[in-house]
């Protein structure tokens, strides 16, 4: 390993207070988080994405930079590792950028998010967003306390920060953070406004507890070669009384300069032209694998996987014309930050929520019981039967160790709880997708389709 992947390695060996099995986890030497934090220690020392993600775009030439050190990234993992900081760091850069919007709501936030960005960028830190609350009671019920709702609030102020307590979810990658951005994704009145603030929060903060999910990682990677290498954890995040120093505390008690946080199209902006640059690379991928399987089972003859395969081409081929487009339109703002056309990005992200699950039953279609009809291991086919197994597993033309290596890849990509796991990310790492859609229809402007239909009526 080298230095860089050792010293963020290093970086995670404090006091946190992380959950698995009922038992408080050290994460740098528990099995379970091993062959993550390999993999992301390599992409530390490799320092292609690192401060790029930092890198504020003031030209199209810079934003195409950001792409070309994501999609670096993105096909490092195939796509799959899909909060390597690189999308926290992208939000902090746009809030960072627009820092001077946000003086209106407090004085002080320009230069506390300075601070922390230049910090961050600095030192190099893995960072995480968490919006989340926790998934209790979501009805539209307002006469339920927000203690009885776990909503993160400020319990008391002091003169060295603010006191919190309550929840927050999903925290993908919270266990191997070194701080996590926590801000409300609801449009708080005055009344709500102690559950309205923006926080950094260190992840060895006293009080700051992270349950983690039961664990996907494999120590088997030829088996299960993607659970092996990026099962990128997901943890409740639970403030139980975190004392948040006032330098981290960016907003407080303030429900309109949240909203318009939460609303910031500059840090949208980049950090869904990242997520959208990683959905193309992973449904490449996926694609890819789909292909694969095809030519190995001597299916690709056959006009309707033909067809199949036409439409997960025309899924990747979508996104990235949408992402070209969301570049190409982009636009400098009053500061100089030249942002992304997000409703090309929007419209990728929201496709993103249907083409990933669309991508994984084509794959299904095609690979049919081949996926579930492997061997226990690929090792058994150099066991007692070996011979039998050869000539049982093998495919049209291809040999019985890559067939059942390409079938254990699609099973982990399709079926595996690490698979099942992206499928739902996808359909809601960005939000309710159904809320997501109806939103883009009402914010879309209706004035052309009125004229175009007002000269027949
Ligand atoms: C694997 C994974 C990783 C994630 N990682 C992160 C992360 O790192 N950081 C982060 O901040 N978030 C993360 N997300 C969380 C994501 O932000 C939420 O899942 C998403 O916003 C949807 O919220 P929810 O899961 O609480 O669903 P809920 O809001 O609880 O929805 C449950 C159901 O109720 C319906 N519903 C609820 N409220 C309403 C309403 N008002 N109107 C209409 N229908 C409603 C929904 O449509 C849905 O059918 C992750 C999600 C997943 C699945």
Known sequence: ?????????????????????????????????????????????????????????????????????????????????????????????????????????????????????????????????????????????????????????????????VRVSGAKMIGTSAPYSNDLIVYPLAKWGEEQKEQSSMLLVAADSPGLHMICREPFSSNAAGDHPLSARFDEMDALLIFDDVLVPWERVLLHENPDALWSIKNDKVSSGLAYHQAITRLQIKLEFAAAVANEIAETIGAAGYLHVQEKMGELLMQCQTIKALLIASEAGGQVDAYGTYIPDFSYIETARNLGAVYYPHALEVIQLI?????????????????????????????????????????????????????????????????????????????????????MVERYL
Do not use: C
Request: net charge positive.
């Open 367 to 451: 690979g049919a019981g081949g996926l579930i009809q492997t061997p226990s291991s690929v090792s058994d086919l150099h066991g007692d039967v070996s011979h039998l197994l050869q000539k049982y597993f093998k495919g049209a033309g291809t040999d019985a160790v890559t067939r059942t290596k390409l079938f254990k890849l699609a099973w982990d990509l399709t079926s595996s709880p690490l698979g099942s796991r992206h499928e739902l990310y996808e359909r809601y790492y960005a939000g309710d997708p159904i809320r997501n859609k109806a939103g883009q229809y009402l914010a879309h402007d209706k004035e052309r389709w009125k004229t």
């Open 1 to 161: 390993m080298g230095d860089k992947g050792e010293r963020f390695i290093q970086s995670l060996r404090d006091n946190r207070n992380v959950w698995l099995f009922g038992k408080r986890v050290d994460v740098t030497n528990d099995p379970h988080f091993t062959g993550t934090l390999s993999t992301i220690s390599a992409l530390y020392d490799r320092n292609d994405d690192v401060q790029t993600a930092f890198l504020v775009p003031n030209s199209l030439a810079d934003l195409e930079k950001r792409r070309a050190a994501f999609e670096a990234w993105s096909l490092a993992t195939s796509g799959v590792m899909s909060r390597l900081s690189d999308y926290a760091r992208s939000r902090l850069t746009g809030w960072y950028a627009n820092r001077e919007h946000y003086r209106q709501y407090d004085g002080q936030f320009p230069d506390k998010i300075q601070a922390f960005y230049e910090g961050a960028k600095r030192e190099q830190r893995f960072l995480t967003v968490v919006q989340r609350d926790p998934q209790i009671n979501r009805s539209a019920d307002g006469s339920i306390a927000a203690e009885e709702l776990g909503l993160l609030r400020i319990t008391k102020k002091t003169s060295e920060g």
